[in-house]
């Protein structure tokens, strides 16, 4: 039986398609990752403690080892338990072939950061809680979550005083909004060399219905992940209605050096607009 409700469906493709993203994504993880992802973190949490953080939508736990090496002690949670499984499977190894530190622990937990009910549990649960963490990340999550209410709310009680929560998500322009991308070329009347111009057309921004993403595999016999477009007012909305303030914000993107020429159409090719939103948020100081 197919799940009903938005939060139901949104989450169903993801123990779907658990097997194929671990796979697609293995121990270090894609270019997106790597290249525009990681280094965003790494920056966004340069000057914080180095004791707690969580790591929500954890996936097959490229962040949460990520955090591990950092020297955090890491609570990864995601709300798909084949996702755990894998995450828990590749990490196990990883202790066992010494790339962890033992003495830097990841613990897995269940969470749909929809759910209020699970929510209020993991909050209540003083010994996992303990006196808050210093980090909260969700990398590549927010544009697969149909209502941020929840979290926002949450994250007043899982951060620290001098905590933060970071993220990163598919950038709204470029993405999420279903911009048609134009390629156009023309012949410079001073050179006479081929000039290939790229744009995007964007005909809506402030109201675009949830959509499937790209297949990101050969597994057609699941129906793709869904994505959620979010204005920048309506992404922060509900984190400032919580309390919390932005104080860091970057959109990165790929240069000339990961062009794709085979590719015309490739999203890298358009340098001219960012591919992801990194962004930082903390409590407001009492």
């Known amino acids: 039986m197919e ?6 469906q949104a ?5 779907d398609h658990a097997r194929s993203w671990d796979t697609t994504m293995g121990d270090d993880g894609n270019d997106y990752f790597s290249v525009l992802e990681l280094p965003a973190l790494e920056r966004m949490i340069s000057e914080q403690q180095r004791n707690r953080a969580l ?4 996936g097959n736990g490229l962040v949460a080892r990520w955090l591990a090496q950092e020297g955090f002690s890491v609570v990864a949670t995601d709300g798909a338990r084949a996702m755990l499984e894998h995450a828990k499977a590749r990490t196990a190894t990883w202790y066992e072939e010494g790339r962890l530190d033992k003495e830097r622990t990841i613990s897995f937990e269940l969470l749909d950061v929809t759910n209020k009910d699970q929510w209020a549990h993991f909050i209540g649960r003083g010994t996992l809680l303990k006196d808050g963490f210093d980090v909260v990340v969700m990398n590549m999550g927010i544009m697969d979550i149909p209502d941020l209410e929840p979290l926002a709310v949450s994250l007043m009680s899982l951060l620290k005083q001098d905590g933060c929560f970071v993220a990163t998500v598919l950038h709204p322009l470029f993405f999420t909004s279903g911009a048609r991308r134009q390629i156009t070329v023309h012949e410079d009347p001073v050179t006479g060399q081929r000039v290939i111009d790229r744009s995007i057309l964007l005909s809506q921004y402030q109201n675009v219905a949830p959509a499937r993403q790209l297949l990101f595999s050969n597994d057609s016999e699941h129906k793709p992940p869904l994505s959620f477009h ?4 309506d992404l922060f909305a509900p984190f400032f209605r919580a309390g919390l303030i932005l104080d860091a914000l970057e959109e990165v993107n790929f240069d000339d050096t990961f062009r794709e020429p085979s ?9 001219e607009f960012p591919k992801i939103l990194a962004f930082r948020l903390r409590r ?3």
């Open 284 to 286: 407001v100081c009492t």
């Open 230 to 233: 979010r204005s920048f007012q």
């Open 11 to 15: 989450l169903a493709a993801w123990e």
């Open 3 to 8: 799940p009903t409700g938005m939060e139901g």
């Open 263 to 271: 590719r015309e159409y490739a999203a890298r090719n358009f340098t």
């Open 55 to 58: 790591d929500l939508a954890t």
